[in-house]
Structure formats: structure tokens, C-alpha cells
């Protein structure tokens, strides 16, 4: 049995200054001994299919601002199960509409410096640890409201995800043979960041914080403190 961290989207280089010490905290202070982050850990905005930010850099200049917050969260956890999301997989999705093979390009371990003990699991890949599945969230009830929870009913069984930045919090439901949760894990993005200024059209915000999953029967949602973001 578990007691597991779970990591929102960062989106590097877009993710909030103070995250790494706010999961760090959360890590010590519930006495988890995993971690998983749900996915998007990079954002890739300069090949993503939004509209580019005028004024931004190259990807390479992107690329190297990324690695530097995603070394954060390698010094704080060094053994990660990392859920690669719609953004992460930018690389092999841009290079598929091209024709390529994705034996050409480097693995995202590679592209952003991934130390061995992180375990890079392929997109739309369902973890699942003590009977729950983690998942990145972009797929089965996506972006509706309770997306988790609407998930775990039609899967019977215990859900976290993220990719729905607006969305945190846990929803439990039973049947007649068990108990089961949905579990929305909000993000871990500064929405000030030029890199997210494509999600400034959206009237619902991101919610920043993380999840923390017990033996996989508690679940819970642990908002970053608002004093923390308006410092």
C-alpha cells in the first residue's frame, strides 16, 4: 500500500515559482513514499497547436528555461511515475503530422534532462497503484465538470487525473459491491506566464495544488496557499 503525492501539470517554463517547495511540504507532511505527476510536465508552446505568443523565444530558448524549473522537481523527488500528456507528447504528435518515424527523435527523458528514477509512462497510459488509476485526463470524460468522478463511475474503480486546470477536488460514489473516488489533482501552472497566454480566454481559472491518495481509499485535494501565489 501507498500514501502517493500526486504532481499537477506544470507546464514548464510555466510552472508557479513556489510549486516544488509546496509539493516538498505536502510530501513531509502527509509521510507519502511516492510520487506521481500527472502529466504536461513541459509545455512546448513554441510547436504546440495554439496560437505562439508574439514576443517569445525560439524553442530552444523555451526548451532551456524548461529544463531549469523541471531540474526543481528532479533535486526534490528523485523517483517520479511521470503520465506523459497532450502537451508533453507535442514532439511525437507534430513529427507524426510530418511524416516521421518516432525512432527520429530524442525521448522526452532526453529533451528535458529526466534522471533514470523517473519512469516516463506513454500517453493515454492508465497507472494504476492499490486498485486506483492515475491518468493523465485526456481521454474517456475529458473536460466536463467532475471529469474524474463522471471517469471512476463508468470505470467502477478509483480515479486521478489532472489536465483540466479549472478543475480540483475529490467526489466519493458507491454501487452495491465497493466504494470509489474521483479525484481532480488542479495544476501546478503560474497563469501570469507568457507561455499560458493561451489559456487567458477561459472565464474558469487554474487551480493550483496537488492530490494525496492513501492505501487507495483516502483521497484528497491540497490547495497551494493564495498568499503564497500573491507574493
Given at each position: 500500500m501507498s500514501r502517493v503525492l500526486v504532481i499537477g501539470d506544470t507546464h514548464c517554463p510555466a510552472m508557479f515559482d513556489g510549486y516544488p517547495s509546496f509539493l516538498e511540504e505536502m510530501y513531509e507532511q502527509w509521510g507519502c513514499d511516492r510520487v506521481v505527476h500527472i502529466g504536461d510536465l513541459v509545455d512546448f508552446h513554441a510547436i504546440s497547436y495554439h496560437q505562439t505568443q508574439f514576443g517569445l523565444e525560439s524553442i530552444e530558448h523555451e526548451l532551456e528555461e524548461a529544463r531549469t524549473q523541471v531540474s526543481l522537481l528532479t533535486d526534490s523527488f528523485k523517483k517520479v511515475d511521470y503520465l506523459i500528456g497532450n502537451h508533453s507528447a507535442l514532439p511525437t504528435r507534430q513529427a507524426a503530422d510530418a511524416g516521421l518515424p518516432p525512432s527520429m527523435l530524442k525521448s522526452l527523458s532526453d529533451m528535458v534532462g529526466l534522471p533514470k528514477g523517473w519512469t516516463v509512462h506513454p500517453r493515454h497510459h492508465d497507472l494504476v497503484i492499490d486498485d486506483v488509476i492515475y491518468r493523465h485526463g485526456d481521454k474517456g470524460r475529458s473536460n466536463q465538470q467532475n471529469a474524474a468522478y463522471l471517469n471512476a463511475q463508468i470505470e467502477f474503480r478509483s480515479v486521478v487525473q489532472g489536465h483540466y486546470h479549472a478543475q480540483a477536488g475529490v467526489v466519493y460514489g458507491a454501487n452495491h459491491l465497493t466504494r470509489f473516488f474521483g479525484l481532480q489533482v488542479?495544476?501546478?501552472?503560474?497563469?501570469?506566464?507568457?507561455?499560458?497566454?493561451?489559456?487567458?480566454?477561459?472565464?474558469?481559472?487554474?487551480?493550483?495544488?496537488?492530490?494525496?491518495?492513501?492505501?487507495?481509499?483516502?483521497?484528497?485535494?491540497?490547495?497551494?496557499?493564495?498568499e503564497l501565489y500573491r507574493s
Open positions: 488542479g495544476c501546478g501552472t503560474d497563469p501570469r506566464s507568457p507561455y499560458m497566454e493561451y489559456s487567458k480566454i477561459y472565464s474558469k481559472r487554474p487551480i493550483l495544488g496537488c492530490g494525496i491518495v492513501l492505501d487507495g481509499e483516502y483521497a484528497t485535494f491540497e490547495p497551494l496557499p493564495l
